[in-house]
């Protein structure tokens, strides 16, 4: 008699109609208090697979609703979580806020995380989830992130490569403007190849890294953004 340490696995379950994906953003981000739009770039990322997911398996109204909620879920970010101008921190022609919060002044909730303009343009489907103001485009947020991470990186590895791609969309978008397609490229390259302190080669150099590290040094922690 044969024996199995494993038990057999369960029949297949049908997907369930009416599945309530509603995303509980408000809660999440009453707890928060910050990294808010980074937080729900993640959610409008995670409806559109979901939409995807369930178009793919034959559920349609799961998938027409999920990309609804995204599409809600865009249009307040858009509405809500982009500042302009000196709201900006520093001044720049467009930034996302870090906190949901509107009811207190601009610069009380201003982008001091950069995160918050990191993850809403590398994770923005711009098909599906669009979470820019109309009168807005990806290249416009550039030069916040530029001037924002400075001479030395602000953003973690996990989320500096979340900007790469944010950047790799940004020219994608705006293919037609060379100028501003090649300075965004040329920032990607040094970002990627610059030496010393929150750099992927100073992981080689300084802490002789076999891997990608979690943090950019010891001394920054694990888990951070």
Known sequence: MGFSFFPPPPPPRRPQAGLDVTPKVAQTCARSQTAC?????????????????????????AAANATA??????AAMAK????????????????????WDVSQPAAANASTIVQSTIFPLALTDVT??????????????????????GDELKSSPWATGFMLRALYRMVLDDATNRTAAR?????????????GAHTWLGMLDTWNATMTMEAWDPAAGSGTM
């Open 37 to 61: 739009a980074a937080l729900n770039a993640h959610v409008g990322a995670a409806l559109a697979a979901w939409a995807w997911v369930a178009e793919s398996v034959g559920q349609g109204d």
């Open 183 to 195: 300075q965004i490229a040329t920032y990607a390259h040094a970002t990627l190849t610059a030496s």
């Open 128 to 149: 599906r989830v669009p979470m820019l103001p109309a009168d807005l485009a990806p290249v416009d947020f550039f030069p916040f992130l530029q001037q924002r991470q």
């Open 69 to 74: 909620l995204a599409r809600q879920l865009g």
């Open 80 to 99: 809500q979580m982009v500042l302009r101008g000196a709201d900006c921190s520093p001044p720049a022609p467009a930034c996302f806020r870090d906190n």
